[in-house]
């Protein structure tokens, strides 16, 4: 196979693959030398597990809104990423792995219903993950019971999804987002989203919205940034409102034009389709009867190296 230049060249390869396999994917790995010189983590062992720790509460609470917040970490220093994936009263509605390394950790917003005889003990279920394993670990909290019964909570309004109609954007670019749920009968429901870039944003009187907009300045790096989108909701307002699971979302900010392969121009023949929110990854979605394809596409400046993967595993490199 001819190998074809890199750095923001066209590139033209034929890849032969055994029609059987199905779908094919595209994978493109960023180089390692750019950007600020920060060391890279160290690879991480077949066999290391990450701890997890609760830093909150450190005691009894009181039933309604509460916060938890767990600490991963690894011995390599590998990012972590933590979930709860359940609060001890039975509800499982947190499912994003939200990265929890680093002093302040990460916090999960739930409401505990109210106890009206005895404090309860709960037994919340987290995990964490390291990459390659994870691990499950529980913690008991005691929830107190209200003076003379109180009054029950309001209930947490429910939020279902946050999108953008782009994930990788160059700076200065807006971005339009939307967010979905709803919001419990007789509520007033508000939502909270934390760009990532110190930006917050709250909208009023409802949970979803289609007319959710940023900017993002040029990064201070010198090099491209993602940043992580935190949403979620409340019915009401005030320490106590009960609120919806966060739900994250990632966008990429290049310092240059967006080329391929984010672009999605790898192929003027081939229907490819981006893998979840990853502008590397890119999946043939539909079925093709030839026994080669040919690829034309132009790799970024950051981009080092592209594969193609059949759906058995099978890796080759492309440039």
């Known amino acids: 196979m001819r190998k074809p230049k890199v750095g ?13 396999l199905g779908a094919i994917a595209i994978v493109a790995t960023g180089c390692g030398g750019g950007g600020g010189g920060g060391v890279a983590p160290a690879a991480v062992a ?3 597990l990450a701890s997890i720790t ?3 509460p450190t005691g009894p609470i009181s039933s309604g809104l509460n916060n938890i917040t767990l600490q991963g970490s690894t011995s390599s220093g590998n990012t972590v990423n933590c979930m709860i994936s359940d609060f001890g009263d039975g509800s499982q509605n947190q499912t994003q792995w939200i990265a929890c390394n680093g002093s302040d950790g990460a916090s999960f917003n739930h409401t505990y219903s109210n106890s009206t005889a005895n404090n309860v003990i709960k037994t919340i279920t987290a ?10 670990k529980t913690f008991q909290i005691t929830v107190l019971a209200a003076a003379g019964g109180g009054t ?6 429910n939020l279902t999804g946050f999108s953008c109609e782009n994930d ?4 200065n670019q807006s971005i339009a987002c939307a967010s979905n749920g709803t919001c419990p009968a007789g509520g007033d429901c508000y939502l909270f989203v934390d760009f990532g870039d110190g930006n917050k944003l709250q909208l009023d009187h409802g949970v979803q ?28 307002t005030g320490p106590n409102a009960p609120a919806s699971a966060v739900l994250p979302h990632n966008i990429r900010v290049r310092q240059g034009a967006i080329t391929a392969p984010e672009a999605l121009r790898l192929s003027n023949a081939l229907n490819f389709s981006q893998v ?10 539909t079925t093709n009867n030839a026994s080669s394809y040919v690829i034309n596409g132009t790799l970024s400046t950051n981009i080092d190296k592209a594969y193609v993967l059949t759906a058995a595993g099978q890796k080759t490199q492309i440039n």
Not at 168 to 171: G, N, P
Request: proline share 6%.
């Open 54 to 56: 609760m830093l909150a």
């Open 127 to 136: 995990k964490v993950y390291n990459g390659k394993n994870v691990t499950t």
């Open 152 to 157: 029950p909570p309001a209930t947490s309004p």
């Open 209 to 236: 919205f289609s007319n959710i907009s940023h900017t993002y300045a040029t990064p201070t790096t010198g090099t491209d940034v993602t940043y992580t989108i935190l949403v979620y909701a409340t019915n009401g």
């Open 168 to 171: 990788t954007i160059t700076a």
């Open 8 to 20: 923001n060249k066209d590139f033209k390869v034929t890849v032969c693959i055994i029609l059987l």
């Open 276 to 285: 979840g929110n990853d502008p590397y990854h890119f999946m043939l979605t």
């Open 46 to 48: 077949s066999d290391e």
